[in-house]
C-alpha cells in the first residue's frame, strides 16, 4: 500500500512535491489559492463539455455520500496518524472538512469520533456508499478535486494532508497518477496567477 503514498516515487511525483515546495513556500494567499482552484476545476469542466461551471463537489454530493466522504476521511486519519500528537491535527482536519461539506453541526461528535479512532471497520462500507453517488459513479477522481481543494484552501499543502488523499484515491480505486496530474495542473495554474500578478 505504501507505493500508493508515494513514498520513494520517482519521476513526475517528486518533481510535482518539489515544485509544490518552491511554489507554495512563497505562501500565497487564500484568495489566490481558491482562484487557482476554481479556475482548475472550471476548465476541466468545460474541457469535458460540461455547461455549468464547475461547483465544487461538497455542495453537489447527497447528504448520504457527504456523510460517508466525512466518515471515510475520519477514520483514515485515525489509521493513518494515530499518535496522540497528531491529535489536534485530525481534530482540526475534520472540523473543517464537516464545514467545508456544508454538513449538519449534528454530525460532529459522530466525525471526532471517526478521527478519534471509533468505527475503523466501517471503512469499506463508507468507500461503497461514496461510489454509489450519482456524481462519483462515472468519475471517482472528483473526490481527488475535492480533498485537494480543501487541503489547499489556507494557501499551503500539508504533507499529512497529501498522504490522506492518496489513502482515500487508493480506496475509491483511483490511480495515483491522476492525483499527480491534479497536483501539477494546481501548481501550473498557481505559478500562472503568480506570473501575471508580478508584471
Not at 40 to 68: M, N, R, Y
Request: aromatic fraction near 8%; charge should be negative; charged fraction near 30%.
Amino acid at each position: 500500500m505504501s507505493a500508493w503514498y508515494g513514498e520513494g516515487r520517482e519521476g513526475k511525483g517528486r518533481a510535482a512535491a518539489a515544485e509544490g515546495a518552491r511554489l507554495l513556500c512563497a505562501r500565497p494567499d487564500r484568495q489566490q489559492v481558491k482562484m487557482a482552484v476554481e479556475e482548475k476545476w472550471k476548465t476541466s469542466a468545460e474541457q469535458e463539455g460540461e455547461k455549468e461551471p464547475c461547483v465544487l463537489l461538497g455542495q453537489q454530493l447527497g447528504e448520504p455520500g457527504k456523510f460517508a466522504y466525512a466518515a471515510l476521511c475520519g477514520i483514515s486519519l485515525a489509521q493513518l496518524f494515530p499518535e496522540k500528537e497528531q491529535s489536534s491535527f485530525r481534530m482540526e482536519f475534520i472540523e473543517g472538512f464537516v464545514k467545508w461539506l456544508d454538513l449538519p453541526e449534528a454530525v460532529l461528535p459522530a466525525m471526532t469520533a471517526f478521527a478519534g479512532g471509533l468505527g475503523g471497520e466501517g471503512t469499506e462500507t463508507f468507500a461503497q456508499i461514496l461510489l454509489k453517488d450519482p456524481i462519483l459513479k462515472e468519475n471517482p477522481v472528483v473526490i481527488t478535486q475535492d480533498l485537494l481543494s480543501f487541503s489547499l484552501r489556507d494557501g499551503y499543502y500539508d504533507a499529512r494532508a497529501r498522504v490522506l488523499i492518496c489513502h482515500i484515491t487508493w480506496l475509491l480505486r483511483v490511480p495515483l497518477e491522476e492525483l499527480e496530474v491534479l497536483e501539477e495542473s494546481l501548481l501550473e495554474s498557481l505559478k500562472e496567477q503568480k506570473e501575471e500578478e508580478s508584471e
